[in-house]
């Protein structure tokens, strides 16, 4: 693919350069795996000039109109951000620089052949929106693990934590713990140029992403297990590891991992945990604080802790109905959960209208490795049942499952089988998102964000 992003640029320059110039460009190109930081010193000048371009023509324009709804309803439907990693259509789904999940399946490198992608290949997308070579993809796991050892200190501070602090508590305290690694916060004490920001921005990320699958397992196993670490595997990738480090080696198990942690990497800029990142990088606190609070966020109830609350709630049918109900039964719980004030986890979505495609291509590896597991078939009972409930309230905007409704049947099927730490998972991956477009919001100068705020009296006022 770095062949045909290169040929597509020949083409673009065949009309202002002649022809030994090109094949001087095209040899270069061709022969050598450009690395990650001179692909983006290439790029980010392009974009800034892009930028500026689109403010000068276009700054005073109108994007959409604002209600009184949206701005006492979470600001719902408000186009309010600039994200560059990925856009999410309601109806389709999400797609990362321009590629659905299927598209992603197909075109990244996998660690064998026909199977998942792996997530440095997701981040290498990310990051330069090129889909890169295998090369691309086998430097940039090199590079993760060169960086990949924890601090000593981080076991320390987590062991000073109660025995029974939730694991995503855990994750947080672990981030801000390797805070005073950043390169970042260290370059802007020392009076660095806003036109440098985002090299140290990525040398962070870059370190962040690679220390957070041994950040993982350390909770996982002093949490779960004996206490007992696993030394990564260096012949192992970033994903693989990540299992592997926590105590799981099954070949489907390590492709499930590839699998989840490209799916639940970036979901364009609005969610919980995306912005809150957002709006704490853009007062120039590092990598390290800003991913850490927006962590905080995953850690809701109604954004990552969904894949916990699923389990929770899947093992209550099963405690109260056996595995295998009417969907008679089904519909009854669903309205019972309903009645007694809850939501149904797993289901739902601020934007989506249509099944999360995150949620479909779990269901196809299910299909695939599992389709006879008593769980998964509970969750499929879900999928026949739950949308129509939701519809007949009449007022759930989304009755479509997320991806949160099906992670946790597949994490239980290998073994991973404490709900509590499912978002940690899901955070580890998210990482991978967030950082990424962190280092294009220091490239492109993104300012401080500061939205306006009103009282319900000015809202009185202005319409009365
Ligand atoms: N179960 C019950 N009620 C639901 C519901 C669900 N799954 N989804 C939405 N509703 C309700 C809302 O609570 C709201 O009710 P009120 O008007 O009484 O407050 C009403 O339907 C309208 O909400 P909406 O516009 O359809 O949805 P929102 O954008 O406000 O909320 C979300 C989106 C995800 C928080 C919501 O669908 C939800 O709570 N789902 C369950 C939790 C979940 O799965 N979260 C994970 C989302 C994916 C992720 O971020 O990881």
């Known amino acids: 693919m770095r062949g045909l992003s290169v040929l597509r640029t020949l083409a673009s320059r065949t009309a202002r350069a002649d022809a030994d110039v090109f094949l001087d460009y095209a040899r270069r190109s061709?022969?050598?795996?450009?690395?990650?930081?001179?692909?983006?010193?290439?790029?980010?000048?392009?974009?800034?000039?892009?930028?500026?371009?689109?403010?000068?023509?276009?700054?005073?324009?109108?994007?959409?109109?604002?209600?009184a709804d949206m701005v006492i309803g979470g600001m719902r439907g408000i186009t309010g951000l600039l994200w560059e990693t990925s856009l999410l259509d309601p109806e389709e789904g999400i797609r990362f620089r321009g590629y659905s999940i299927p598209e992603c399946q197909k075109l990244l490198p996998a660690a064998q052949q026909g199977g998942e992608p792996l997530?440095?290949?997701?981040?290498?997308?990310?990051?330069?929106?090129?889909?890169?070579?295998?090369?691309?993809v086998k430097g940039l796991s090199e590079e993760l693990k060169a960086r990949a050892k924890l601090p000593g200190h981080v076991k320390g501070v987590l062991a000073a934590l109660p025995r029974d602090t939730h694991p995503m508590v855990q994750f947080t305290v672990g981030i801000s713990s390797l805070q005073p690694q950043s390169a970042f916060a260290k370059a802007y004490s020392e009076g660095i140029s806003k036109l440098k920001y985002w090299e140290p921005t990525l040398e962070d990320s870059l370190t962040l992403i690679a220390q957070l699958p041994e950040l993982a397992a350390l909770i996982y196993r002093?949490?779960?297990?004996?206490?007992?670490?696993?030394?990564?595997?260096?012949?192992l990738d970033?994903?693989?590891?990540?299992?592997?480090?926590?105590?799981?080696?099954?070949?489907?198990?390590?492709?499930?991992?590839?699998?989840?942690?490209?799916?639940?990497?970036?979901?364009?800029?609005?969610?919980?945990?995306?912005?809150?990142?957002?709006?704490?990088?853009?007062?120039l606190s590092d990598p390290y604080l800003s991913f850490a609070a927006g962590m905080c966020g995953l850690a809701g109830p109604l954004h990552g802790l969904a894949n916990q609350e699923v389990l929770g709630w899947l093992f209550s049918v099963r405690k109260q109905l056996g595995t295998d109900p009417?969907?008679?039964?089904?519909?009854?719980?669903?309205?019972?959960?309903?009645?007694?004030?809850?939501?149904?986890?797993?289901?739902?979505?601020?934007?989506?209208?249509?099944?999360?495609?995150?949620?479909?291509?779990?269901?196809?590896?299910?299909?695939?490795?599992l389709p006879d597991d008593p769980m998964f078939k509970l969750v499929s009972?879900?999928?026949?049942?739950?949308?129509?409930?939701?519809?007949?309230?009449?007022?759930?905007?989304?009755?479509w499952p997320n991806v949160d409704a099906h992670s946790g049947v597949l994490l239980q099927y290998y073994g991973i089988t404490e709900q509590n730490f499912y978002t940690v998972l899901f955070g580890v991956s998210r990482?991978?998102?967030?950082?990424?477009?962190?280092?294009?919001?220091?490239?492109?100068?993104?300012?401080i964000e500061r939205p306006k705020s009103v009282t319900m009296d000015v809202l009185e006022k202005k319409f009365a």
């Open 431 to 447: 990482a991978i998102g967030i950082l990424s477009q962190g280092v294009w919001s220091r490239a492109l100068g993104l300012p």
């Open 222 to 235: 002093t949490t779960y297990k004996s206490g007992e670490l696993i030394a990564a595997d260096p012949k």
């Open 381 to 399: 009972k879900f999928f026949e049942v739950v949308p129509g409930v939701l519809l007949q309230t009449g007022k759930v905007k989304n009755p």
């Open 238 to 283: 970033w994903a693989a590891n990540l299992a592997h480090m926590m105590g799981f080696n099954d070949p489907d198990a390590l492709e499930l991992m590839r699998l989840y942690q490209t799916i639940h990497t970036d979901h364009e800029g609005g969610n919980v945990s995306a912005h809150t990142s957002h709006v704490v990088a853009s007062a």
């Open 119 to 136: 997530p440095e290949g997701l981040l290498w997308l990310l990051l330069t929106g090129e889909v890169p070579t295998e090369g691309q």
């Open 30 to 67: 061709l022969s050598t795996d450009a690395g990650l930081k001179e692909v983006l010193a290439e790029k980010i000048p392009e974009q800034q000039e892009r930028l500026k371009a689109l403010k000068k023509a276009h700054g005073g324009k109108e994007v959409g109109k604002i209600t």
């Open 326 to 369: 009417s969907k008679d039964e089904v519909e009854k719980f669903v309205w019972d959960t309903l009645k007694s004030g809850k939501v149904v986890p797993g289901y739902g979505h601020a934007v989506l209208r249509k099944t999360d495609p995150r949620y479909a291509c779990q269901r196809e590896f299910a299909l695939k490795k």
